[in-house]
C-alpha cells in the first residue's frame, strides 16, 4: 500500500512549488522596482545576494513544507487515498460485471422459461386436437346409434318383431355404454 509516487503526494509537491513561485515572483518584481540599478538581471553584488535570498527563502518554505507533511503523515494518507480509492473503482467494476453476470443469468432463465412454457403449450394445442377428434368420432358414432335407433322405432311402428326390437335395443345401449366409458 505504500507507494513511493503517490499520485495525490506528487501533485501536492506541484502545487507547493508553484505557490512558492508565486509568492517569490512578486518580490523580485518589486525588488528590482526600488533598486532599479541594482536589482537588474545585469547588476552584480547586490543582485546577486537578493537572487541568493530568494533561494534560501525558496528552500525555507520548500523545507517548511516538507516539514508540515512529515509531521501530519500526508504522504502515507495520500498513498492510503489512492489504495482506497483505487480499491473502490475495482469494486465498482466488479460490481459492473456481477451486475451483466445476473442480468445474462436471468435473460437465459427466462429464454428456458419461455421455451418451456412454448414446449407445454404445443402439448395441449396437440391433446386438444386429439381430444376433438375423439369427440368427432363418438358424435359420429352417436348419429349412427340414434338413426338405428328411429329406424328401430320404425320398424317396431310398423309392426316387425318385437324380440329383435328389444334385442337391437340391448346393442345399441351397450355401444352408447361402451363410448361413454372411454371417454
Do not use: C, W
Not at 528552500?59 to 503523515?73: C, G, K, N, V
Not at 429464454?111 to 368427432?136: D, G, M, P, Y
Amino acid at each position: 500500500m505504500e507507494n513511493q509516487n503517490s499520485k495525490r503526494f506528487n501533485k501536492l509537491g506541484q502545487v507547493v512549488e508553484k505557490v512558492v513561485s508565486k509568492i517569490l515572483e512578486p518580490n523580485l518584481k518589486n525588488f528590482r522596482s526600488n533598486f532599479p540599478t541594482i536589482g537588474t538581471e545585469n547588476s552584480s553584488v547586490l543582485g546577486d545576494i537578493y537572487k541568493q535570498f530568494l533561494m534560501i527563502l525558496q528552500t525555507s518554505i520548500m523545507s517548511e513544507f516538507d516539514l508540515i507533511q512529515e509531521e501530519r503523515q500526508i504522504k502515507s494518507k495520500l498513498t492510503k487515498l489512492d489504495y482506497l480509492l483505487d480499491q473502490k473503482a475495482k469494486r465498482y467494476q466488479d460490481y459492473q460485471e456481477k451486475k451483466k453476470q445476473k442480468s445474462l443469468q436471468l435473460e437465459k432463465q427466462q429464454l428456458k422459461i419461455l421455451k418451456h412454457k412454448q414446449s407445454q403449450r404445443l402439448k395441449l394445442i396437440n391433446h386438444l386436437a386429439q381430444l376433438n377428434q375423439n369427440n368427432e368420432k363418438l358424435q359420429g358414432e352417436i348419429k349412427h346409434l340414434n338413426q338405428n335407433i328411429k329406424q328401430q322405432i320404425k320398424d317396431h311402428q310398423q309392426g316387425n318383431d318385437k324380440v329383435s326390437l328389444i334385442k337391437d335395443l340391448q346393442i345399441s345401449s351397450a355401444i352408447s355404454e361402451k363410448l361413454l366409458n372411454q371417454n
